[in-house]
Each structure stands twice: as C-alpha cells, then as structure tokens.
C-alpha cells in the first residue's frame, strides 16, 4: 500500500523553480512536435500529428500529485489534468474491469499483473516517454512487468514500525513487538491485507509472498493474536497514523515515510526497520486499454519523468522516487533523511510484495476475510454483554 494523503505546497513561489518552469516550457516549446515521431519528412509533417485534447483524467490516491505539478503541465501543452480519486485499489480495478474511462491510473507492483493479464493495460509508448531514461536501472524489468511493457514507476518505500519513544522503553528491533501484551489497545493497524498478512507472515520467518496453506493458517493465528493487542487506525477517520500517534492513542503503528514525517515535529517518534525485514511497496504508472487519450498520457508521463519534476514530487509527497537524475535537485532535508531514502545495510532483509497467483490470491483472500469475520464475531459478543 504505502500511499497515504499529502499536504502540498506551493513551489512556484520559490525562484528555483520558476527558473526550472521557464526551462521546461523553453524546451517544450522546442520539443513537443518531435515526442514520438522519427526524423522522416512525412513525420515533421503538421498534418500527420494527431491533434491533441485539451484533458487527461488522471485516477489515485486523494491529494497524490501536487496541485502545481498539474498546473504547469497544462499552461505548458493546454491539456487540462482532470485528478479523479479512489479510496483503495481494489477499488480502482473494480473501476477499470467494468469500463470506467481514465487516461493514467497508479498501481501497485503486485497489482499491474492483474490487469495486464486481462488485457486492461496499454503498451505504452515509449517514443512519447524519453524522459524513461532517467529511471534507475533497479526499477527496470522488474519481475511485475519483465519487459516494462505496461509501467512506469513512480514511487517506492519502506513500511515500518513508528514508536513513541517517551512511551515505549523497550528498544524496538522486530516485529514480534506488535505482539507484546505489554501494548494491548495501543497498537495501530491497517486494514491493508496483503501488507498486514506479511507481516504476520515475517514474524514467523516466512515469505510475505507466501502460498503455502500451511504458513498461511499459522500466519492467521498471528493475526488473531494482533487483533488482541491493536486497534484499527481507519476509525480515526484519517489516511495517516500521525494523529492517534501524536495524542498518545496508539504508542506504536504500522507505517510509512509520511507518517514520521507528519508526526515528527509533534511527538517523540522512531521509525524501525525491523529485523526481520522491511516489506517494500511501489507505485506505478499505468495507461488501461480503454483510455482516450492514451498519447495526451504519455506525454505527460515524460513530463513528470523530468528531472526538476521528479524532484518536486519526491519534495511534497515524501516518497522515494526512482529517477536518478532528480536526485542532485532534490532537497538535502529530503535526500538525506534515511527514512526515505534509507541506506542499504537497512535494506538487507527487505522483500518486496509480488503477485500473487490466483490460488495464492485465493488463499490470502480466505485468511483475511476469517481474520475479519473473527473480529465481527468478537465485536457481537462485546455488544451483548
């Protein structure tokens, strides 16, 4: 999961960043008719280049791309960024599966295979993305999508344990401390499947990709015991543990960047990688097979593939990007903060959430609906007493 809300700022007040605006619009001025287009005759002919519209629909996470970043893209091409929201991604895939229209939507690693073998994705492009160069090579090719046909990514993180340390005096290193009776009612949660299954997976030395029935019934009782200890941070009613942290509700939660980054400056917060290791997330750009504008989309992938842009996203989201070349303009405070760019003997244990296959998925699915069904059980019985 890992994509929780943002707060943006402004940069268009900060003269760096008009510098770069003039920049890009120099360049694009210069560049535009030539994205995806060879050097024939016939090509540098106007009449042979499709008209582009004058919208895209873009569909994420609420308050997932800055305001700003959007606004220079249309003064710079007059293609309006219409920004349309989903609260979870199984939402989203709901959306696409029964023909919703969106131009460009962002996706979970483990979760572009679903589409792509449902032939819900495009193949992008990639005369139209030049700017593709700029990724890291660790990014490319990944197992999710061998050959890069259907995404992009954008984003990637950690997911961790956040401790108040005034509240906590045990020095925390493993995720056995969820389980520690010593925090019952003050353990936050997500109600995220495939992430906390992972964890409960993890803690007992197994694959968080796990499809062995076996690890996956004892990964349930795990869970079982969780939900003695913690409570659900959705009723909080808010995409960030930060709160229920910061008013001493919850002394410990499952988190991500954003979360330390919220809360730091109100309370006494450690963010710990466990031991065991971490479970990391990663979001992607991907274009459905249905979409309207799917050039008007690349085009703006290739935009924010830029550098300067790359930067402004890393910058007001909080989130580690995976264009390379971004990584001089980004801001020391944001470069260097280890919670989200940590180093990589912090990185030795993390695995990556993949797809799962459809018995997998089956599997997963069953443990989770049992945990909840448990809880249901559970929260009956408290009623009636």
């Given at each position: ?17 008009v510098l770069i605006l003039i920049l890009i619009s120099l360049t694009m001025l210069i560049t535009a ?7 024939s005759e016939e090509d540098s002919d106007p009449t042979t280049t499709p008209e582009l519209a004058d ?331």
């Amino acid at each position: 999961m890992g994509r929780r809300k943002v707060n943006a700022y402004s940069w268009l007040h900060r003269p760096f960043y008009v510098l770069i605006l003039i920049l890009i619009s120099l360049t694009m001025l210069i560049t535009a008719c030539d994205i995806g287009n060879d050097d024939s005759e016939e090509d540098s002919d106007p009449t042979t280049t499709p008209e582009l519209a004058d919208q895209l629909v873009y569909y994420s996470w609420e308050e997932d791309l800055p305001q700003s970043v959007m606004d220079a893209f249309t003064e710079e091409t007059g293609i309006e960024v219409v920004y349309l929201t989903y609260v979870s991604q199984e939402e989203a895939i709901e959306n696409i599966r029964n023909g919703e229209t969106y131009d460009l939507v962002v996706m979970g690693n483990e979760r572009v295979p679903i589409l792509s073998r449902e032939n819900l994705l495009a193949e992008l492009d990639y005369r139209n993305i030049p700017n593709s160069r700029n990724i890291s090579p660790s990014f490319r090719n990944l197992s999710y999508d061998p050959e890069s046909k259907f995404s992009i990514p954008y984003s990637w993180g950690t997911t961790g344990i956040l401790v108040r340390i005034d509240l906590v005096e045990e020095e925390v290193t493993s995720w056995d401390v969820l389980w520690d009776p010593t925090y019952t009612g003050f353990v936050g949660i997500w109600d995220d499947p495939r992430t906390t299954i992972g964890i409960a997976l993890m803690s007992l030395g197994y694959s968080p990709n796990s499809e062995n029935p076996a690890e996956l019934e004892e990964a349930l009782g795990k869970l079982q015991e969780l939900r003695a200890t913690s409570v659900f941070l959705e009723q909080f009613d808010d995409y960030t543990s930060a709160p229920p942290l910061i008013d001493g509700t919850v002394h410990m939660a499952i988190g991500y960047a954003y979360d330390v980054l919220e809360s730091r400056d109100s309370a006494q917060i450690q963010y710990v990688l466990p031991e065991e290791g971490t479970i990391l997330w990663g979001d992607n750009w991907v274009i459905p097979s249905n979409a309207a504008h799917k050039r008007e989309a690349e085009l703006f992938l290739d935009f924010l593939l830029r550098p300067e842009i790359s930067a402004i996203l890393s910058e007001e989201t909080y989130y580690a990007v995976v264009n390379t070349e971004a990584y001089p303009l980004i801001d020391e405070s944001i470069i260097n903060d280890t919670v989200i760019y940590p180093p990589a003997e912090d990185m030795v244990n993390a695995q990556i959430l993949l797809p799962l296959s459809d018995d997998g998925k089956a599997l997963h699915d069953d443990i989770w609906a049992r945990f909840m069904s448990s809880i249901q059980e559970e929260d009956v019985e408290e009623s009636q007493e």
